[in-house]
């Protein structure tokens, strides 16, 4: 019987060299390690440049959950401000909800990656803003509306932050799939005014600290795939079914 030749593994289709080892979920290229890295950054720094997100001098703090977004945007913010000389001085912002399991976990994400990138940390807690944690609050309301709570005090406890740290803004690692949620939700509700506002790229300019959204254009599924190829991003706290649905879809070629 004759022997199928094994196909030949496909070379990527930006540089022509190396092997491709993805299929990029944004344009479908299959693309190689190395350029997937520089387009991923470049894409970031073109979104910062094009829409002047910052000024020289700047003190940004970035909103660190510890979760993967806000963790690879603190490793590109930090790479991409030296690499183009932005100037600005970088902190790393965390509010602790006092949700035992959750946020002390993703915390110890974000200590670490102070010490990585040399960023200074500033962590706010909602006992030491509010007199109480989200468990004290959980166990006197109930689960139901507690998420309302959470997100109304997580907004107020960045502002206080941000104002604590001095910072002309905050960045938050909000990405492309977020957004299209929040315009769903918005269409759902019938808000037409949040569903105005809810895709701009810099908000509250009006307020006391403006947020820029840097990963407006990237999707979900390419920070996933960052975050499982960078050893300094590896222990980042995602639901574990979470990452494997999105790798799993994405890294099919
Ligand atoms: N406890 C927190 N402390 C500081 N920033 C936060 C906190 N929670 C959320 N943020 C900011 O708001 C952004 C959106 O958070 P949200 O929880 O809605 O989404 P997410 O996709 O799970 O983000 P992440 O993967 O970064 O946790 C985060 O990327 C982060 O910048």
């Not at 959750?102 to 962590?123: A, C, F």
């Not at 938050?172 to 939700?185: K, M, P, R, Y």
């Amino acid at each position: 019987m004759e022997k199928t030749a094994k196909p030949k593994s496909r070379l990527c289709t930006l540089c022509n060299e190396k092997r491709a080892a993805l299929k990029r979920p944004k344009t479908l290229e299959q693309i190689c390690r190395e350029c997937f890295y520089t387009v991923f950054e470049d894409e970031i720094h073109r979104v910062i440049v094009d829409n002047q997100l910052f000024k020289p001098g700047e003190r940004i703090a970035i909103g660190a959950s510890g979760g993967k977004d806000s963790t690879v945007l603190a490793y590109v913010m930090s790479e991409l401000n030296r690499r183009h000389n932005y100037g600005l001085d970088l902190f790393l912002l965390s509010v602790d909800e006092g949700i035992t399991g959750y946020r002390d976990d993703s915390l110890e994400t974000v200590k670490r990656n102070e010490i990585q990138y040399g960023l200074p940390l500033k962590v706010v807690s909602y006992s030491e803003l509010y007199g109480w944690t989200m468990d004290e609050i959980v166990k006197l309301i109930g689960l139901k509306n507690n998420c309302t709570f959470c997100g109304v005090f997580r907004r107020q406890a960045l502002d206080r932050g941000a104002a604590l740290l001095k910072v002309d803004k905050l960045v938050t690692g909000h990405n492309a799939d977020d957004i299209a949620e929040t315009v769903l939700l918005n269409i759902l509700r019938g808000d037409i005014a949040r569903l105005g506002r809810c895709t701009s790229i810099i908000t509250g300019e009006d307020g006391p600290i403006p947020r820029c959204k840097p990963f407006k254009y990237t999707y979900e599924k390419e920070i996933v795939i960052l975050k499982s190829w960078t050893t300094s991003l590896q222990n980042v706290f995602i639901p574990p079914m979470r990452t494997a649905d999105l790798l799993v879809s994405s890294l099919k070629i």
